[in-house]
């Protein structure tokens, strides 16, 4: 006699002859060029706010290199929670744009720049970034059309900033106010097996000043932004100019 278990759940051998069966038709995709590309070398992503701007914009798409910090929890879809570390790990450099989860919302994906690294002391003074208590050079540029970067009147002005690491990584931050609430920090130590992220709008980005995101565990990462491979302005237009190398 069959039982209702019986009917309802298939023998232990028939269901092994099927998994085995699935597998063999998933390997022309597993191997495939696009699956590998997608999941093992490049992750495509596109920007929703404006807390990287001006480097990166609402509308750009982004390619971000999974392997240039090893592998890990995050860098697949749907990979268990008990996984921990990476594999083949490499540390970011400062300056390096990163996509990453951060540790109190672990389903967005997040894209800032890396400050800070294991060990340093980060703060903010008057708008200035200080890196181990020295000023990081920065020269003031032209002001230019804040658009949406400040949430205020689109013909606006903005302050822009060239920014200057240590170890020579160049890029230009927003300054939309005097004294805004991000401007003046305590000295944030980051600690082991974390780094410190910042947004390029300075007065208009979420990142490690904040609670709500503090330290970024380097088993959060993702990826590496390496390249804006397509871009929309507000009305739905290519933008082609955009198109090329993040810094």
């Not at 910042?198 to 088993?219: E, H, Q």
Request: hydrophobic share 40%.
């Amino acid at each position: 006699m069959t039982t209702l278990e019986q009917t309802i759940r298939p023998s232990a051998k028939s269901g092994e002859w099927k998994a085995i069966v699935v597998l063999i038709l998933l390997i022309p995709v597993l191997w495939s060029p696009p699956f590998l590309f997608r999941f093992f070398l490049y992750q495509p992503f596109n920007i929703p706010s404006g807390s990287m701007m001006p480097t990166l914009v609402v509308g750009d798409y982004v390619f971000a290199a999974k392997y240039a910090y090893g592998y890990g929890r995050y860098s697949f879809p749907f990979a268990p929670s008990w996984i921990s570390g990476r594999f083949r790990a490499a540390d970011p450099e400062y300056g390096d744009v990163v996509v990453f989860r951060a540790p109190k919302d672990t389903a967005v994906d997040y894209v800032k720049r890396v400050i800070g690294l294991p060990g340093d002391r980060i703060q903010m003074r008057g708008g200035q970034l200080f890196l181990n208590d020295r000023a990081v050079t920065r020269v003031a540029l032209k002001e230019t059309v804040a658009g949406s970067a400040c949430g205020t009147d689109d013909a606006a002005k903005v302050r822009r900033w060239r920014e200057t690491l240590p170890n020579g990584a160049s890029y230009v931050t927003y300054d939309c106010i005097d004294n805004g609430y991000l401007d003046n920090t305590n000295v944030f130590t980051v600690p082991p097996g974390h780094f410190f992220v910042l947004g390029d709008n300075r007065d208009n980005s979420t990142d490690s000043r904040m609670a709500a995101m503090g330290f970024i565990p380097l088993d959060n990462l993702v990826g590496k932004v390496t390249r804006i491979f397509w871009s929309l302005d507000q009305n739905g237009e290519p933008h082609m100019e955009r198109l090329g190398k993040v810094w």
